[in-house]
């Protein structure tokens, strides 16, 4: 009976542990009567767990120099960005295309929109990212920190693109 | 075009607007392009200084280090930065006056000095070109305060930071060019 009730229970806990947790969800729709839509949800404690499992030169890229250099020396250029109130720092209007780029809050967004319908929504998180770059001591860019980073994450829509009818996002929820 | 924004470029590096106004509140960088030709593009940056400090801390040492940019290490090996330091010094002790005027068939150039600030001014006689730049003396000292072989961008970008008012204008019968400093987070 006692391992009923434990197996019963596993559902529940999984269902807690998700619920628990930021999910990173790749949602992807194409236009047209007969388009396909493929939502994949990550959770991401899943995805560190999985990791862990995997050889670990399996999971890291070398950082060339230049961009280690520039990653040490950006934490400040950052930290300026972070403590630097709401604004809208760069537009550019160029024929059909306008690309805007703006602070809100602790998200940095860069919105690009062109002729026919086509869209794309890029919001960064600011806080996030510094505290990526502050915390990358190594010429090793190791996919658990970037899983770790977005688990810092919520409710945010990182990649909307829409191009037609044709529809991407990446969110973490 | 290309000379005049160059001249802009120039300028942003080193210019600036009456020295007299406080720097009570953090001053924002704006600058503005549009084209009144072709695609109409326009451009608008607003930055706030403290941004603009940070992103020539956060350049590769390559281009600039620690705020100062070293001439030889950009194959400027020919420019006697000296020379320039000497010529500087020079002019400012003349006091207020037309430092240089060129004149040439079709455009006018004159550099002058006047009270705090170095003006440069091109005018173009059919008046399709006009390009006004201020010179704060203390941005230009700033910047030549390097020793050596070096100009200190960092330092010139200090003294830019306590400057208000518009620091370049140019424009021609295509587009125009505008940078200035206040303390409002938007352009009007």
């Known amino acids: ?44 404690f899943l995805a560190q767990a999985a990791l862990n499992m995997v050889p670990s030169h399996a999971t ?49 967004r860069i919105s690009v929109d062109g002729r026919r319908n086509e869209q794309v929504r890029v919001n960064v998180p600011i806080g996030v990212v510094r505290d990526f770059v502050k915390a990358q001591g190594s010429r090793e860019l190791r996919a658990a920190d970037v899983v770790a980073a977005l688990k810092q994450v919520s409710n945010t829509d990182l990649v909307d693109v829409r191009d037609g009818r044709d529809h991407v996002r990446v969110y973490v929820w | 075009m290309k000379r005049t924004l160059t001249l802009a470029a120039a300028a942003l590096i080193l210019a600036g607007a009456p020295a007299a106004l406080a720097e009570t509140a953090s001053p924002w960088l704006h600058i503005r392009v549009e084209e009144s030709k072709g695609k109409q593009s326009k451009v608008s940056v607003n930055l706030p200084m403290a941004i603009v400090h940070a992103a020539l801390e956060a350049a590769p040492e390559k281009v600039i280090r620690k705020g100062r940019i070293h001439l030889r290490d950009h194959g400027e090996g020919d420019v006697d930065i000296d020379d320039f330091r000497r010529i500087w010094a020079e002019l400012k002790k003349a006091g207020d006056t037309d430092l240089v005027t060129v004149e040439e068939e079709d455009e006018t150039v004159t550099v002058a000095k006047k009270g705090d600030r170095v003006l440069v001014r091109v005018d173009k006689k059919d008046g399709s070109e006009q390009v006004r730049i201020d010179l704060p003396t203390t941005v230009v000292d700033a910047f030549f305060a390097a020793p050596g072989d070096e100009v200190d961008l960092k330092a010139a970008m200090v003294e830019l930071s306590k400057l208000r008012g518009d620091v370049v204008k140019v424009t021609d019968k295509d587009s125009s060019v505008r940078i200035w400093i206040d303390e409002k987070n938007a352009q009007q």
Do not use: F, Q, W, Y
């Not at chain 1, 006692?2 to 806990?13: F, G, N, Q, S, T």
């Not at chain 1, 250099?69 to 300026?80: H, I, K, P, W, Y």
């Open chain 1, 1 to 44: 009976m006692a391992k009923l009730a434990a197996l019963a229970a596993l559902p529940v806990v999984a269902t807690l542990a998700v619920a628990n947790t930021s999910m990173l969800v790749v949602d992807v729709k194409e236009g047209g009567p007969s388009g396909h839509r493929i939502v994949v949800p990550v959770p991401l």
């Open chain 1, 60 to 108: 890291r890229a070398e950082i060339p120099a230049e961009a280690v250099e520039v990653m040490a020396r950006s934490a400040g250029l950052l930290d300026a960005l972070a403590d630097c109130p709401d604004a809208e720092l760069v537009r550019v209007e160029d024929g059909n295309e306008t690309v805007v780029i703006e602070k809100a809050g602790d998200v940095l």
